[in-house]
C-alpha cells in the first residue's frame, strides 16, 4: 500500500510514479493483495456492526416472508426467502484449465443470484431489505403492524393506502433501482429511481411499467446518487437510499454469508483450516460484494478469501484502498473513462463506508477486460447452459489468479493439500431478468470475441 499517501490529500504527480497506477491508467489487468492484514477479530470490530445485526436483518426477511411468498408466487416454493442456488461447474473449471493451460484444482461453484427470485441480480438482497425494513419502521410506528403478526397484512388497501403517503428514491446503474422499484411499488410507495447513462432501456421499461418515476441522466452513477439525493432532501416523506452508505442495504447482503454455510454443509463441502474456501465478487460501489463478503468472513473467519473484481474502466474500489483514500479518489482522476460493458460495475467512486471499513477484511483484488466478461459469459453458455449479464462474470478470472499467483500463496502459506481441497465460488450477481434479445446480443458479441 502507498504508506506516504494514505490519509493525505489526494497527490496526483506523486501517484503516476506509482507502477499499480500507471498499469491501471492503461487499462491493463492487475491482481493485487494487501501484504498484510490486521487480525481478523480487529478486523471484524473495526467494522462496527455484528453477527447480531446480520441475524436481526435474518428474522426481520423471515417476518416478511409469508408476505412475499404470496405477493411474488416465484418465491413460494422457498416459502417467501430470497435465496439463491449455488451449482457446481465442472464443464466449466474443465474449459477454463484447458484455455489457461493450468490444472484449476478443487471445486468450482457458481453462486447463481444472477437468478435471484424478483429482480435477478444481488440486489434483490439488499435493495428488497432495506424497502422491507424502511416499510416495517413506518407501520409500527403508526401502530398498523406488531412483531408478531402475520405480514400477509402486507398485502392489504389499508397498508397500499399508507405507504402511498410515503416515498422512497434511490441511485442506480440500473440493478438498485429495479430491485427498490419493484418492491416499494408493490408495497404502496410512491417511488423515484434515478437512473445512470449506463443503465438499460429495458430496466427503464419494466420500472415505468409498473408506475415507478424512472429519472434519467446522462452522466454516471455518481451523479444520479447526487441528483437523486437531493431530490429526496426537499421532501420531508421521501426516504433515499443511499448505496454509498447504507448500513441497512449491507446488512441485507451480509445474510447471504451466513446462509451459505448451510448450503455448503448440505453439499459435503466443508470449510476448514484444510478446506481453504475461495470468493470471487464482482465489485461496484462495494455495497454488495462488501456485506456479502461481511457475512462470509462472520460464517468462516480466516478460511474464506475474499477477493473482489473489476472492469480495468472502473477500478474504483482497488483505487481507493489501494491510495487509502477511498471515496476521495475517482477513476476519473487517474484519466480512466469508467465506460466499460459491465453496467452494474460501472462507478468511478468507492462507497466510503464500506472501503474503509472492509479493508482488512478484502484478501485481494484484480481487474478484468470487458472481452474477458463477454469471452467467460459465451463459455459458461457453453459449458454449463446458464446464462449471465456481462457484470455477473467478473468473478471467473478471480480462479486464475488465486491458482497461478505463487505469491498469493506464499502469503498465506498453502500447501499442495490445501489448494486441492479448496472449494472457489465464482459468485454471479445478475442475467437472470435479461430480456432473451438482449442476452442474444451479449452471447453474439462473446462468439465474435472467442472466433
Ligand atoms: C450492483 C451489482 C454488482 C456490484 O455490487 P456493488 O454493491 O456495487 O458492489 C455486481 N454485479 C451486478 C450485476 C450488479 O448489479
Redesign the pocket.
Known amino acids: 500500500m502507498l504508506k506516504s499517501i494514505k490519509m493525505t490529500a489526494l497527490n496526483l504527480d506523486q501517484l503516476q510514479q506509482d507502477p499499480l497506477i500507471q498499469t491501471l491508467q492503461q487499462y491493463q489487468p492487475v491482481f493485487w493483495f494487501p501484504p498484510e492484514n490486521v487480525p481478523l477479530k480487529q478486523a471484524l470490530q473495526n467494522v462496527g456492526l455484528t453477527r447480531a445485526d446480520i441475524e436481526d436483518a435474518e428474522a426481520r426477511l423471515k417476518r416478511f416472508a409469508p408476505f412475499i411468498a404470496q405477493v411474488f408466487p416465484e418465491t413460494q416454493k422457498q416459502q417467501g426467502i430470497i435465496e439463491s442456488d449455488l451449482v457446481r461447474i465442472a464443464q466449466m473449471q474443465q474449459l477454463l484449465s484447458e484455455q489457461w493451460k493450468i490444472p484449476l484444482q478443487g471445486q468450482w461453484w457458481l453462486k447463481q443470484d ?1 437468478h435471484l427470485p424478483i429482480s435477478g ?3 434483490a438482497r ?1 435493495g428488497i431489505y432495506e424497502v422491507l425494513a424502511h416499510a416495517e419502521k413506518l407501520a409500527l410506528a403508526a401502530g398498523l403492524i406488531s412483531l408478531e403478526d402475520d405480514y400477509r397484512k402486507f398485502d392489504s388497501d389499508e397498508f397500499s393506502a399508507f405507504f402511498h403517503n410515503y416515498q422512497i428514491a434511490v441511485g442506480s ?4 433501482g429495479l430491485s427498490i422499484g419493484i418492491m416499494s411499488a408493490k408495497l404502496g410507495f410512491r417511488v423515484s429511481v434515478h437512473m445512470s447513462a449506463d443503465a438499460r432501456q429495458w430496466k427503464k421499461d419494466k420500472l415505468r411499467s409498473l408506475g415507478v418515476n424512472v429519472v434519467e441522466y446522462a452522466s454516471d452513477y455518481g451523479v444520479a446518487v447526487e441528483q437523486g439525493r437531493k431530490a429526496a432532501e426537499a421532501d420531508p416523506n421521501c426516504f433515499f437510499i443511499d ?1 454509498e452508505n447504507s448500513k441497512t442495504l449491507f446488512l441485507g ?1 451480509a445474510v447471504a454469508g451466513l446462509r451459505l454455510k448451510q448450503q455448503l454443509f448440505e453439499r459435503h463441502q466443508v470449510v476448514d483450516a484444510a478446506h481453504p474456501l475461495f470468493v470471487y ?11 456479502v463478503s461481511f457475512g462470509l468472513k462472520q460464517a468462516f473467519g480466516e478460511h474464506v478469501h475474499c477477493i473482489f473484481a473489476e472492469p480495468t474502466h472502473s477500478p474504483c ?1 482497488l483505487l481507493g484502498v489501494y491510495t487509502g483514500l477511498h471515496d476521495r479518489i475517482s477513476v476519473n482522476d487517474i484519466g480512466l473513462d469508467n465506460q466499460t460493458a ?4 460501472a ?1 468511478g467512486r468507492a ?1 466510503g463506508f ?1 472501503g474503509r471499513v472492509m479493508q482488512g477484511l478484502i484478501d485481494g483484488y484484480y481487474t478484468l477486460s470487458d472481452q474477458s466478461l463477454y469471452a467467460f459469459i459465451g463459455q459458461l453458455n457453453q459449458s454449463e447452459q446458464i446464462q449471465l ?1 456481462p ?2 462474470a ?1 468473478g471467473f478470472m478471480g480462479g486464475y489468479h488465486t491458482t497461478a499467483q505463487t505469491s498469493y500463496q506464499q502469503l498465506h502459506q498453502f500447501t499442495p493439500s490445501q489448494l486441492a481441497n479448496a472449494t472457489h465460488i465464482i459468485w454471479a ?3 437472470g431478468m435479461v430480456p432473451p434479445e438482449e442476452m442474444q446480443r451479449y452471447l453474439l458479441q462473446s462468439q465474435r470475441l472467442l472466433t
Not at 173 to 176: A, E, Y
Not at 284 to 290: E, Y
Not at 342 to 345: I, N, R, S, V
Request: glycine residues 30%; negative net charge; hydrophobic residues 30%.
Open positions: 444472477s441480480s444481488i440486489k439488499g446503474t440500473g440493478n438498485l448505496d447482503y465478487l464482482p465489485c461496484g460501489v462495494g455495497g454488495g460484494s462488501g456485506g474500489m459491465a453496467d452494474g460495475l462507478v462507497s464500506v449479464e457484470s455477473a467478473a450477481t445478475g442475467g
